[in-house]
């Protein structure tokens, strides 16, 4: 299955490139996402939570960075998980690229996965529907941490002299704390109920032909009792 998202951001396409492929950036804006551990600087392991109306899944697993193009600003990502609480499974590979849009970088994420376990039974239609909704909060929290301005360097430290033996240095800011898992990506009752009706409505392939069809044969079999009773009645006052 495959699935096209986009959003635009108001920044710079190689500062949104470089943000993109920092994986403690992406964590940090995907709802429900939690980073593990850092293989390497393309390997990584997390869980992620998933909410789909009634059904919350929770997956573990291990995501790599296959490819990279810094000119193109293009990045294959491939990712594997598994259901921590049953025997469901989950892999993707998503391409990513970042283009110039007028005074905008365009983000194009082309994913194509495949699921098996209790979110399969959703089909293609609602799948759709969490992928556009998890993408769309992402986005959010990604426009809102690039389109201020870039972050300036730290001022060198007032009150030292040239020529002095000694220097006052700035002073280091203490390491930010790891973000906290957000809340899992969720698709409202509302939307749910949308996706559902939908869904089956596109697997619901009924011709004119068909619908003519099944109204002739109803009449007619209303017609056909209509004489059976009629010719019981005779039956019963002739006898």
């Known amino acids: 299955m495959q699935i096209e998202n986009s959003f635009a951001v108001k920044a710079e396409p190689d500062r949104v490139y470089e943000f993109l492929l920092d994986v403690n950036n992406v964590v940090s804006c995907v709802p429900g996402a939690e980073l593990s551990e850092v293989v390497d600087p393309n390997t990584f392991k997390g869980k992620v939570r998933i909410k789909v109306g009634p059904v919350t899944v929770n997956y573990n697993g291990t995501a790599r960075i296959t490819s990279r193009d810094a000119e193109t600003r293009t990045a294959t990502l491939e990712a594997e998980g598994r259901e921590t609480t049953g025997s469901g499974t989950a892999q993707a590979t998503t391409i990513m690229a970042v283009a110039a849009d007028g005074e905008t970088s365009k983000v194009t994420l082309t994913t194509d996965f495949t699921v098996v376990g209790r979110i399969a039974q959703f089909g293609r239609g609602i799948m759709e529907d969490v992928s556009r909704h998890l993408v769309g909060q992402a986005a959010e929290c990604i426009q809102s941490k690039l389109e201020g301005p870039p972050p300036s360097a730290t001022p060198a430290a007032e009150g030292s ?79």
């Open 161 to 239: 002299s040239t020529g002095s033996n000694s220097a006052t240095s700035a002073p280091r800011s203490a390491p930010s704390p790891a973000p906290a898992p957000s809340e899992p990506a969720s698709l409202d009752a509302l939307a749910l109920g949308r996706a559902v009706a939908r869904e089956r409505i596109s697997r619901m392939k009924v011709r004119p032909q068909m619908i003519a069809a099944a109204f002739a044969g109803l009449i007619s079999l209303l017609l056909l009792r209509r004489v059976r009773r009629s010719r019981r009645r005779r039956r019963e006052a002739n006898g």
